[in-house]
């Protein structure tokens, strides 16, 4: 087997636009970075006058060439056939144009339409007003002719047209296979993020793998990769099961050729046979490993591959050497510093499990160092909107031996302990067991415990282990998981490794997927962060806490909307709340104004500067029931300034307070930066001006070195330090803030 990978052309330039009286060719798309692949392809099946351009390739050929090209062709995304190029100026000259076509002979008034457009520099800047302008044109032509108008539809129409206007010169299409030719058809359920079947058949090319070489991929997801090979060795052609329906592209054109549409499928059908070669597709998630088992079956390739539901981490390769091509988890799948780690591992797996082995790694361009591998090779590719490179290796060495216990690798070689043995005396081994123990016993006592108090958000551990500084808390089947950085000797990928192994021991431990959970660092600040953006997916849910329901966000931002260790003042406000006038300073997402609303306060008030956390808290009110706008009021306002015009408004007091501010924030709505320490006393202050006498202030904070100055307000509240009696049971730090109750004096 050769130990290289075949050479990869530059990439071309884009095609410069055609002038009107140029006769339009048949036209080919493509990805970027695959353009080479297909004029390979097209000049098999007998293209001629190839011009190749980025994602695009024009040429010329017979009706055989057109349709081959459709049901073959495996890294095209469209044939598109020419009906006319005109020379245009104006919508209604586009229109003028169109309607010379006789649309009769397209398309009948029983069928549908569907017009796409592409728009370049032209007299129309918006590609849907030209592909009215295009469908209006048709349905008003077949109208004329028959009497009536066919109908648009978006998937699965009789004719799909695409038009190009470039400048002045517009060139129309109908699309040869009527969808994208991505769709084999073989392709069951949804995963998160799939990778692209023509993609998957690029990145064979471009790696070089034919069939007969053993192919694996040990994290395969929906099995893309192997099945697209295993098609390939089966000789089963790309569109061949699209055509077995005859449903759409050319089977339905008014010049359909069936006579040599049936010998070409008579060809098709005769090519497949049994694959030649090994295939090996694993993943340790379970449902998408079936998934791909039942698109196999679907694909015809069943038989000829192997799946299996591990960690890649166990995976051994079987035979070879071959080639080892994978999609790793990033982006929509998984967040960017877990999927370093993951790319590091799977660098480690491939120099101790795979020597003499091919290697293919798609990453984003962010993570292709991460692998920590020298390439032979980057080729530039993108998945999706994301810029990726397909990292080509050849591994060398000689094959470490290992086992493989539950989510950890038990492998005795430095990759073993490279995230370890610099200064710490115990393996990465080791620390996970205590950790999975710690896990285990926590999870036992607390789910039973959550259950019964009506909890689904809780702490399952805090730093229970001094070298293993994390927080995980469980939302549902989520795990929410916070650094608290320390010092340490590891390297920075040795480190997310590390934490890696961590986050995946903790999912396995709990029963859930290893991507149900959220990470975040935790830093030392002084810029109120945890209200600050680190991400934008938006994976929100609702979860309850004694018959109440609050919305919670685990990827977007450091907090995920409900402080957990705040649930027992919650009770204790819904407790205080009947009859009472609530006021919620530094609001945030509601939480406890929900809490005195079902306490059955008189009217609630949430004060915060934030759009999108009074947003929140509407959404948390209304969740529970408590729609009435008018008597739960959320202002965007500075707590202070507040404080300060409604007590020169001499508006109604409150009677019942919670008072929960970050330790220090800065914005440009504040006329001054907060403080805790400094200003704590001048704003409780500013409250008892809003307070009625006996109303009730819960004050609470979560800095560390607060140092409370009783004598500054002695002489207006009776004050209690109830920070003991605040800390719930699931919480190991009862230090995890400090917690006052103040009674306004008469």
């Not at 095609?15 to 140029?22: F, M, N, T």
């Not at 099946?45 to 062709?73: D, K, M, Q």
């Not at 800047?125 to 009536?148: E, F, I, M, P, T």
């Not at 890649?312 to 994978?326: I, K, M, Y």
């Amino acid at each position: 087997m050769e130990s290289l990978f075949p050479e990869v052309p530059p990439a071309p330039r884009p095609l410069l636009p055609s002038e009107p009286d140029v006769p339009p060719s048949l036209t080919a798309r493509t990805l970027d970075g695959l353009e080479w692949l297909l004029a390979r392809e097209l000049s098999e099946l007998g293209a001629t006058n190839l011009r190749i351009g980025r994602r695009t390739i024009e040429f010329t050929g017979t009706t055989e060439t057109l349709y081959r090209a459709v049901l073959e062709s495996r890294v095209a995304i469209r044939i598109l056939e020419p009906l006319g190029r005109f020379a245009v100026s104006s919508p209604e000259s586009l229109y003028k144009s169109i309607s010379s076509v006789d649309w009769a002979k397209h398309l009948r008034p029983t069928q549908t339409l569907r017009v796409d457009a592409r728009v370049h520099d032209s007299f129309i800047d918006h590609s849907l007003y030209a592909s009215q302008v295009v469908k209006d044109a048709v349905v008003d032509g077949v109208r004329a002719a028959h009497g009536r108008r066919p109908n648009v539809q978006l998937h699965g129409a009789s004719l799909r047209l695409s038009l190009h206007l470039s400048g002045e010169t517009a060139t129309l299409f109908r699309d040869a296979a009527g969808q994208s030719l991505h769709q084999r058809g073989w392709r069951k359920g949804k995963v998160e993020a799939p990778l692209s079947e023509v993609l998957a058949a690029g990145i064979l090319g471009i790696s070089g793998w034919q069939p007969g070489e053993p192919l694996m991929d040990p994290l395969c997801g929906s099995g893309t990769f192997i099945i697209e090979a295993a098609t390939q060795a089966a000789g089963l052609a790309p569109g061949l099961l699209r055509a077995r329906n005859r449903k759409q592209g050319f089977f339905r054109f008014h010049d359909f050729d069936r006579e040599l549409a049936k010998k070409i499928l008579f060809d098709l059908e005769n090519r497949a046979k049994a694959p030649l070669g090994t295939f090996h597709a694993s993943d340790l998630d379970p449902a998408v490993v079936q998934i791909a088992e039942q698109s196999a079956q679907l694909a015809g390739v069943a038989g000829a591959i192997k799946f299996s539901c591990n960690h890649f981490e166990a995976v051994s390769p079987e035979g070879g050497p071959g080639l080892v091509l994978t999609n790793p988890p990033y982006g929509e799948r998984l967040a960017q510093p877990r999927a370093g780690a993951v790319f590091r591992r799977i660098g480690d797996w491939l120099k101790n499990a795979c020597p003499g082995w091919r290697a293919g790694v798609l990453a984003p361009v962010e993570l292709a160092k991460s692998i920590g591998l020298k390439p032979y090779r980057r080729v530039v590719l993108l998945n999706g909107p994301i810029e990726c490179r397909l990292i080509e290796l050849v591994v060398h060495g000689e094959k470490v031996s290992g086992t493989f216990v539950g989510n950890q690798t038990s492998i005795e070689s430095n990759a073993e302990h490279s995230t370890s043995t610099k200064t710490m005396s115990r393996s990465v081994s080791d620390q996970i067991g205590d950790f999975r123990r710690r896990l285990a016993k926590r999870s036992r006592h607390l789910g039973r415990w959550a259950r019964k108090q009506g909890i689904e958000a809780y702490r399952l551990y805090d730093r229970d282990i001094p070298e293993i500084p994390l927080v995980i808390d469980r939302y549902g089947d989520w795990l929410h998981a916070a650094e608290y950085e320390r010092p340490h000797e590891r390297t920075a990928i040795e480190h997310d490794v590390w934490l890696d192994r961590l986050i995946e021991a903790a999912a396995d431990q709990l029963g859930l997927a290893s991507d149900s959970v959220f990470f975040k660092v935790r830093r030392r600040q002084r810029t109120g962060g945890q209200y600050e953006k680190v991400d934008d997916r938006s994976v929100t849910f609702p979860v309850s806490e004694h018959g109440l329901k609050f919305e919670v966000n685990l990827s977007d931002y450091l907090d995920t909307g409900l402080f957990l260790d705040h649930r027992q003042t919650r009770a204790m406000v819904r407790g205080d709340a009947a009859g009472r006038s609530f006021l919620n300073l530094f609001g945030y997402t509601g939480s406890f104004s929900v809490a005195a609303a079902a306490g059955g306060a008189e009217a609630t008030t949430t004060v915060d500067l934030s759009n999108t956390y009074l947003e929140w808290a509407r959404r948390n009110l209304m969740e529970n029931g408590f729609l009435d706008r008018r008597q739960h009021t959320l202002l965007r306002d500075d707590a202070r300034e507040f404080l300060k015009h409604r007590g020169r408004r001499g508006e109604r007091p409150f009677d019942l307070v919670v008072v929960d501010p970050p330790t220090f924030s800065r914005s440009t709505r504040q006329l001054q930066d907060w403080d805790v320490q400094r200003d704590y006393a001048g704003l409780l202050q500013a409250v008892a001006e809003n307070l009625s006498t006996g109303g009730i202030i819960y004050f609470s904070t979560n800095y560390r070195r607060f140092k409370f100055d009783e004598k500054l307000l002695a002489h207006t509240y009776d004050i209690y330090e109830i920070s003991r009696k605040t800390v719930p049971e699931d919480f190991r730090n009862t230090r995890i803030h400090r917690s006052w109750k103040f009674v306004k004096k008469t």
